[in-house]
Nanobody
Framework: QVQLVESGGGLVQPGGSLRLSCAAS????????MNWFRQAPGKERELVAG???????NYATSVKGRFSISRDNGKNTVTLQMNSLKPEDTAVYYC??????????????WGQGTQVTVSS
C-alpha cells in the first residue's frame, strides 16, 4: 500500500508564508510526477505546481513568482513553499503523485488535503 501524508497547512496573514510538505510511503519503486493541487469552496480543483522526476517544474499563472515546488527523490517527498500569500490562496491543498509500485503497477495517489487559510 502507498500513502501520501501532507503537513504544514494553517492560518496566515496576507503577505505571510507557509510551507507544505508531502511524504510518500509504502511499496514504491519509482515516482513520476509529484504535484500540488488546491480546491477552494465552490470551485474546481486546480493544479498549483508540478514537478517531474527529472527536476522540471511548472506553476499556475496565479502563483508564479510566489510559490516554489521542490522534491527529494531519495526521501519521496515534495514541498511547496508559499510566499506573499493572498486571501485568494485560501483553499484545501492536496498532494498528488504518480507512483510505480514494486509490483510494476502504476497508480495515482492523493493526500488527504491540508487547509490553508489566508486572512487578517
Amino acid at each position: 500500500q502507498v500513502q501520501l501524508v501532507e503537513s504544514g497547512g494553517g492560518l496566515v496573514q496576507p503577505g505571510g508564508s507557509l510551507r507544505l510538505s508531502c511524504a510518500a510511503s509504502g511499496s514504491i519503486s519509482s515516482i513520476g510526477v509529484m504535484n500540488w493541487f488546491r480546491q477552494a469552496p465552490g470551485k474546481e480543483r486546480e493544479l498549483v505546481a508540478g514537478s517531474n522526476s527529472f527536476g522540471s517544474t511548472n506553476y499556475a499563472t496565479s502563483v508564479k513568482g510566489r510559490f516554489s515546488i521542490s522534491r527529494d527523490n531519495g526521501k519521496n517527498t515534495v514541498t511547496l513553499q508559499m510566499n506573499s500569500l493572498k486571501p485568494e490562496d485560501t483553499a484545501v491543498y492536496y498532494c498528488y503523485a504518480y507512483i510505480t509500485g514494486h509490483s510494476g503497477r502504476h497508480s495515482e495517489y492523493w493526500g488527504q488535503g491540508t487547509q490553508v487559510t489566508v486572512s487578517s
